[in-house]
């Protein structure tokens, strides 16, 4: 990821999307101005994708009154799935980081709480491949998931899945390590999970750890797919990141915006008629506007 840049890629994405397209610029008496044609051309090529939505449709192989009757109650279980775990507003999630990143990316996972699957949609910087020339998840050797918790509201969370209390205390934060998004105050503040998956004779096996501590040991799910769904906007050849369209875009982008700052910057200077004086007689003048 780093020889890529992507961290520095995904930040500088982001910040034409939002609109935040001067950043580093040193030019206090220009008007910095911004005409966001990123975001519109981003936001279009989403609705065209989202604009059919998702559903399911279940047909018995052999029609009885008995499977018909299964296809019902199965359909209707996944629907009432989709709605608690939100399946639909992630995906739209996942589409938005896949335009914006280059790369979309859903890990599932069961919450025994809610005893349901839960969708969590992971930033491509936190989602490593151990084959990062191959794009395909179930040919990977290894994939490790990257997650960033408060310290305080993690060590609750470990206490409520039954972690002895002399284990929690030992857990302590990474220091400034910082990934894009999080407030620097708060980085002192901050533990990273690494959750490192592997297939081991058929089915995946997991282990969760932090730099200090082993939170669970190797553990076979049962699974024979990783519980990762992952996508690329366009594919580049030899690496598991794609590329976005707002990459292409950008230079088109600082073009635009210059544009309408040097127009601006000429109307303010030539709206009114410069001043000629006789510097001997009045000591200070200005045509600052």
């Known amino acids: 990821n780093d020889s ?3 961290a ?3 930040k500088q994405n982001e910040n034409f999307y939002i609109g935040r397209q001067w950043e580093g610029v040193t030019a206090p008496d220009i008007d910095k101005t911004t005409f966001n044609i990123i975001k519109r051309v981003v936001n279009y090529l989403i609705a065209m994708i ?3 939505d998702i559903a399911v449709q279940l047909t018995p192989f052999v029609r009885t009154e008995s499977s018909t009757t299964e296809c019902k109650i199965i359909k209707t279980e996944i629907e009432r799935i989709f709605e608690k775990t939100k399946t639909k507003t992630r995906l739209r999630e996942v589409l938005r980081n896949c335009a914006v990143d280059g790369d979309g990316c ?3 996972f069961w919450d025994n709480a809610s005893d349901d699957p839960k969708l969590e949609v992971v930033d491509n910087t936190k989602m490593l491949f151990g084959n990062p020339f191959e794009r395909e998840v179930d040919e990977q050797p290894y994939i490790i998931l990257v997650k960033r918790h408060k310290l305080d509201v993690f060590k ?7 972690m002895s209390k002399d284990k929690i205390n030992s857990i302590k934060s990474d220091g400034d ?3 894009y998004g999080e ?9 990273t999970e690494l959750v490192y998956m592997w297939k081991e004779k058929g089915t995946v096996h997991f282990m969760r750890t932090t730099k200090d501590l082993e939170l669970k040991g190797d553990t076979d799910t049962g699974y024979r797919k990783y519980p990762v769904s992952w996508m690329n906007w366009d594919t580049i050849k030899n690496s598991y990141h794609g590329q976005s369209p707002i990459t292409g875009l950008i230079p088109n982008q600082v073009y635009v915006n210059k544009l309408f700052a040097m127009s601006l910057e000429h109307e303010k200077r030539m709206a ?3 001043l000629f004086y006789d510097m001997t007689k009045i000591h200070k003048w200005s045509n600052k506007i």
Do not use: C, H, M, W
């Open 4 to 6: 890529i840049d992507l």
């Open 8 to 10: 520095e890629t995904i």
């Open 272 to 274: 009114f008629p410069k």
């Open 183 to 191: 407030d620097k105050d708060t980085s002192g503040e901050i533990v």
């Open 50 to 52: 989202i604009a059919d």
């Open 156 to 162: 609750e969370q470990l206490e409520d899945e039954g």
């Open 106 to 108: 859903l890990y599932v």
């Open 177 to 179: 390590e910082e990934y």
